[in-house]
């Protein structure tokens, strides 16, 4: 039986962090998929939305929030695990992003082994 290879979505516009999470995310069993903006994210998504099994969401992008992306997502995919990652994480982030069944945030900067520890739990 082939192994799965797992579909990781990425929407972050720090390309340092960007560059960091795919890095990290790098391994044979592991497709990534990249986007800067909200516009690249929708046209990625489009192509790829049911092939998806994890997302790592920034939330604030030059061209909007990225909770805006996941009420998009959440529309279809209604239990694909999501990590968002932020420089802030308020109360009332929290709160909305566990209205769209959020599985887990980390403020930034993203320390890679608590973010890969957690990719690991949501894939297996």
């Given at each position: 039986?082939?192994?799965?290879k797992?579909?990781?979505?990425?929407l972050?516009?720090?390309t340092?962090?960007?560059?960091?999470?795919?890095?990290?995310?790098?391994?044979?069993?592991?497709?990534?998929?990249?986007?800067?903006?909200?516009?690249?994210?929708?046209r990625?998504?489009?192509?790829n939305?049911?092939?998806?099994?994890?997302?790592?969401?920034?939330?604030?992008?030059?061209d909007?929030?990225g909770?805006?992306?996941?009420?998009?997502?959440?529309?279809?995919?209604h239990?694909?695990?999501?990590?968002?990652?932020?420089?802030?994480?308020?109360?009332?982030?929290?709160?909305?992003a566990?209205?769209?069944?959020?599985?887990?945030?980390?403020?930034?900067?993203?320390k890679?082994k608590?973010?890969?520890?957690a990719?690991?739990?949501?894939?297996?």
């Amino acid at each position: 039986m082939l192994k799965k290879k797992y579909v990781i979505f990425v929407l972050e516009d720090s390309t340092a962090q960007r560059e960091q999470i795919v890095e990290m995310l790098n391994r044979a069993d592991r497709k990534i998929l990249c986007a800067k903006t909200i516009l690249q994210a929708k046209r990625l998504y489009k192509i790829n939305d049911s092939d998806i099994d994890l997302f790592i969401l920034d939330l604030k992008l030059p061209d909007g929030n990225g909770m805006d992306f996941l009420k998009r997502v959440r529309k279809s995919l209604h239990n694909t695990p999501v990590i968002i990652t932020s420089a802030t994480i308020t109360d009332t982030i929290r709160e909305q992003a566990n209205g769209l069944n959020v599985n887990t945030f980390f403020e930034k900067p993203v320390k890679m082994k608590a973010l890969n520890q957690a990719v690991v739990k949501f894939l297996h």
